[in-house]
């Protein structure tokens, strides 16, 4: 059972940052103020963990109404000011549970603390039904979703205790990407994947259904859909990539986004390796990535960097965007041997 | 090459370690692509790298660098580090943030 919820504050508790605009600071998220007071009710505890000065924090507990049994604000890990309110609290790590808007600080206090329950804001918002928030009813669904995330804890466990490469571990545990043209019943699962996709987001322009519905059935264009899953569990549909093709011999990709359940998998790699050979294949000479520059998706900037795309220097526009590109001759990046690839036209 | 860069480099590759889980990383070549075989640096650890580098050395390498051409070699990424800055790195949790 989980006895204390520790929260990340910026775009976490609060719907946006805290120091980014001093006069007007951000309100409370509704939806998980909501959580806070449910959670609260059952006898939770919450902890506040931000990179914030203390005074967030008493911001947080006055536009909340919630009080907070610990808090730690400073620049350390995440996993440092779990840990220390976990003792603090006299609680376990496997009675506690953290929640982060920020993929990457999940990563790390997932590494650092398997034990611990670590969940984005929209799982947190869904975990009050799951079994291990004590809800006065458990549904089959909740208890569902609650399986899936332990599925995600012993993948962390085994990925933690395994002497080998990344590549070695994602081998050995069956990893399976499938690669396919995207259908009209992928098109929810898209928006929400556009929605909920910052730091691995190249557009930064969340879609509706019915704009993917029209993407997926426009000729000239491609949209793929990622699927990922392994001996651990079914991820179902992680990403997608929307490609214009175009007859000069460009093949440009206004969007690419990943799942944060697919990081550290190999599956953004993969697909940006897939699009660089798909391209080349069909004869085209260079592969654009139009993407959006912002501190939030460096992650994505990353992975364009890894596959040996470069931008023009100082290139980001007036709308922020600069176009990462790479020819298609010579080498191209890896698409490791797990990875199917559905018919493509 | 500075005085701070084979400090800041030996640092660099306790950080590489502990963001890859992988022990054999601490005695890598400064010269080793980071990126593709080899090293085979993923968005997560090249993210987590960024921030240990930024929190370490006040170095944010991601805003002043678009392409992210520091993180070639751990030797080029030193390199970038020690023209910005004089001295090692800071105690831990000292640096500025
Ligand atoms: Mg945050």
Known sequence: ?345 | MTGAEPAILDDLRQLLVTVTGRPDLGSVAAQTPLFGAGVGLDSLAGTMLLRQVQRRYGVDVAAEDLNLDALETLGSLAAFIAERVGEGPWPEGQGPC
């Not at chain 1, 918002?125 to 995330?149: C, H, I, K, L, N």
């Not at chain 1, 793929?224 to 440009?252: C, H």
Request: glycine share 8%; hydrophobic share 45%.
């Open chain 1, 1 to 345: 059972m989980i006895k204390c919820v520790v929260w990340d504050i910026d775009n976490t508790v609060l719907s946006g940052v805290y120091l980014e605009s001093p006069d007007r600071l951000p309100d409370a998220d509704p939806v998980i103020a909501s959580v806070l007071r449910e959670l609260a009710s059952r006898g939770v505890l919450h902890a506040l963990a931000s990179r914030n000065p203390p005074e967030a924090a008493d911001y947080v507990r006055q536009v909340t109404g919630t009080s907070f049994a610990a808090a730690r604000c400073g620049w350390g890990s995440k996993a440092d000011a779990v840990a220390a309110i976990t003792a603090e609290l006299d609680l376990t790590l496997d009675a506690v549970a953290f929640v982060d808007d920020d993929m990457i600080e999940r990563a790390e206090v997932a590494a650092a603390l398997p034990r611990v329950l670590v969940l984005s804001p929209e799982d947190a918002a869904d975990a009050a039904s799951w079994p291990q928030f004590g809800p006065a009813v458990v549904t089959d669904e909740a208890r569902r979703r609650a399986e899936m995330y332990e599925q995600r804890r012993r993948r962390q466990a085994a990925s933690s205790k395994f002497a080998g490469t990344r590549e070695e571990f994602l081998r050995q545990v069956g990893t399976r990407v499938t690669i396919a043209p995207a259908v009209a019943g992928d098109a929810a699962r898209l928006h929400e994947l556009s929605v909920r996709t910052h730091q691995l987001n190249s557009s930064g322009v969340p879609l509706g259904a019915a704009e993917f519905g029209v993407l997926i059935r426009a000729p000239g264009r491609l949209v793929v859909a990622v699927r990922l899953a392994d001996d651990f569990g079914d991820d179902g549909l992680v990403g997608a990539a929307v490609t214009e093709l175009d007859d000069a011999g460009t093949w440009s990709v206004p969007l690419v986004m990943m799942s944060c359940r697919a990081l550290g998998r190999g599956v953004l790699d993969s697909l940006l390796g897939w699009l660089c050979r798909s391209a080349a294949r069909a004869g085209a000479r260079e592969l654009q990535v139009p993407c959006l520059v912002t501190e939030r998706n460096v992650p994505m900037r990353l992975a364009l960097a890894a596959a040996g795309m470069r931008a023009a220097a100082g290139a980001a526009g007036a709308d922020g965007r600069a176009i990462f590109a790479r020819s298609l001759s010579g080498e191209l990046p890896p698409v490791p041997d797990w990875v199917t690839v559905e018919t493509v036209p």
